[in-house]
């Protein structure tokens, strides 16, 4: 079946912009995790959604990020006024439960590469 | 929180050697220790995971070994082929209490494998 699918794939854009990004998880899947790679670096957690609800929002840099995944499926992760350091691949990835003590595969997307300048 | 720390960062072999990297955590309750290969430009990959209740876990050409007492864990892979040379990441995670499974990462290994 599909895999997690991201878009854009790539994303340049200007200090001060703000910009979104989309993740497509695999149907069905309950859990979905945000992570920001930085480069040469392994990727590091951003947020956590069950179903709809936005369980967990601790590893979000700064309060210009922001993501939302409204019916439980697509997820959107914005980053508003953009600065350099925000630049890294921001990837996705999707998990079929969503109980707590339940350890299943976390399918990661391709990822978006996203530079400020 | 968490803290993994991978080394060697960088391995260089010749083919048909094996190859081993080392992971340490910091979290006695992590009990979920998945590896994962990225090519370059390319998704995480799972290739091998390891549950807190098993101590070794093998896959073909692939192992993994965990020791809780000491908290480390380690990738072992056997007769390398060029096409093993990626960036190797392990990770931790503790799937107990209100903790839903994120994974707090390793900085990464980066393996060439030499025809």
């Known amino acids: 079946g599909a895999g997690v699918s991201q878009s854009p794939r790539y994303k340049v854009a200007k200090r001060g912009q703000d910009v979104a990004l989309r993740c497509d998880p695999i149907?069905?899947?309950?859990?979905l995790f945000w992570y920001q790679q930085a480069l040469g670096q392994g990727p590091e957690f951003l947020t956590y959604?069950?179903?709809?609800?936005?369980?967990?929002k601790s590893g979000l840099p700064s309060d210009r990020f922001f993501a939302e995944r409204p019916e439980g499926s697509v997820s959107t992760l914005k980053i508003q006024r953009t600065q350099q350091e925000d630049s890294a691949v921001y990837l996705c990835?999707?998990?079929?439960?969503?109980?707590?003590?339940?350890?299943?595969?976390?399918?990661f997307g391709p990822g978006t590469r996203l530079l400020v300048l | 929180g968490e803290n993994v720390e991978q080394h060697p960062s960088t391995l260089s072999v010749q083919e048909g050697d094996s190859a081993v990297i080392k992971c340490t955590y910091s979290?006695?309750?992590?009990?979920?220790f998945p590896w994962y290969k990225q090519e370059l430009g390319k998704r995480p990959q799972l290739i091998i995971d390891?549950?807190?209740?098993?101590g070794e876990k093998k896959d073909q050409r692939i192992a993994v070994t965990l020791n809780k007492t000491a908290k480390h864990f380690s990738l072992h892979i056997t007769e390398t082929q060029p096409e093993d040379s990626a960036v190797y990441f392990c990770?931790?995670?503790?799937?107990?209490?209100?903790?839903?499974?994120?994974?707090?990462f390793g900085q990464g290994t980066i393996l060439t494998v030499h025809p």
């Open positions: 149907s069905g899947h309950v859990s």
């Open positions: 959604f069950q179903n709809e609800a936005q369980l967990d």
């Open positions: 979290d006695s309750a992590s009990n979920y």
């Open positions: 990835a999707s998990s079929l439960a969503g109980l707590a003590g339940v350890q299943e595969t976390q399918y």
């Open positions: 390891i549950r807190s209740n098993v």
């Open positions: 990770a931790a995670s503790n799937a107990g209490g209100t903790s839903y499974g994120k994974l707090t």
